[in-house]
């Protein structure tokens, strides 16, 4: 799945959009089961909570792809890519396919959502409230579920396309070949909507 050897790459994911994924990776697994020990748990949540603001701004400040003007689509669209996936003829996209904007966006709300409920939970107004707790519970491993659903999103693409994308997203780059053929998908049927890259 990596790119044949002497392969044409192009730029697709900035130092930022990296450090930021693989950063939040970590502090998120660790944050996620240290909810006994909170004085880890805490300050690393409110790591998490910075760069989540800093990604946010870099999403109209940054690289191409890194903005969310080239991955956020409409409804529509989101419905359309999920309709040719679900037929083995989804197109291939550089940055994010609309599915994976989409599921990007929603994970951004609700690890900004999680944390401020954590927040809530240890201020004296909700300490001894027990439906914040349940939200804060709830809402963390709902956040957990749509990283399952993100990680086998990414593998699904990956052999779809037959392009290693976490190796993407470690060295920031992808094949260029499909891009110069149109941008098209590597399977055997070629999705007809939205721009390929
Ligand atoms: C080990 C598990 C994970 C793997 C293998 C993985 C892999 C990836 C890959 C390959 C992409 C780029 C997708 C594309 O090509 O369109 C991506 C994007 C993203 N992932 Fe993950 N991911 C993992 C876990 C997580 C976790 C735990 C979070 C959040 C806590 C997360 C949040 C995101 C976000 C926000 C993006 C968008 C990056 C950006 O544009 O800044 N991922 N992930
Ligand atoms: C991405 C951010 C966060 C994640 C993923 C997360 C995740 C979790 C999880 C999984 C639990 C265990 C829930 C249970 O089984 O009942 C928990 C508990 C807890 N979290 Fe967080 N948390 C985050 C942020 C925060 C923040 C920012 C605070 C406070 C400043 C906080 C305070 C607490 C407290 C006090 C508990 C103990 C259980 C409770 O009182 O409900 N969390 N968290």
């Not at 998120?28 to 909570?49: E, G, M, S």
Request: include cysteine; aromatic fraction near 10%; hydrophobic fraction near 50%.
């Amino acid at each position: 799945m990596a790119p044949a050897q002497g392969a044409r790459t192009v730029p697709v994911w900035d130092r930022f959009v990296r450090v930021f994924h693989w950063t939040t990776v970590g502090l998120f697994a660790i944050v996620f089961v240290t909810d006994r020990v909170q004085w880890i748990h805490q300050p690393l949540a409110y790591v998490i909570l910075v760069l989540v603001l800093a990604r946010i701004v870099w999403g109209f400040v940054g690289s191409r792809h890194a903005r969310f003007a080239d991955f956020v689509h409409r409804p529509r669209t989101v419905r359309a890519y999920l309709e040719d996936l679900r037929h083995g003829r989804a197109r291939r996209y550089l940055g994010h396919n609309p599915a994976g904007g989409a599921m990007v966006v929603a994970i951004l709300f609700m690890l900004v959502f999680v944390t401020a409920s954590g927040w809530l939970c240890v201020t004296p107004e909700f300490l001894h409230v027990e439906w914040m707790h349940h939200v804060h519970h709830i809402s963390a491993h709902l956040l957990l579920l749509m990283i399952f659903a993100h990680v086998a999103g990414v593998l699904w693409s990956s052999v779809l396309h037959r392009e290693n994308l976490v190796r993407a997203m470690i060295t920031g780059r992808k094949s260029a070949q499909l891009e110069a053929e149109g941008g098209t998908t590597a399977g055997p049927g070629v999705g007809a909507r939205g721009p390929a890259v």
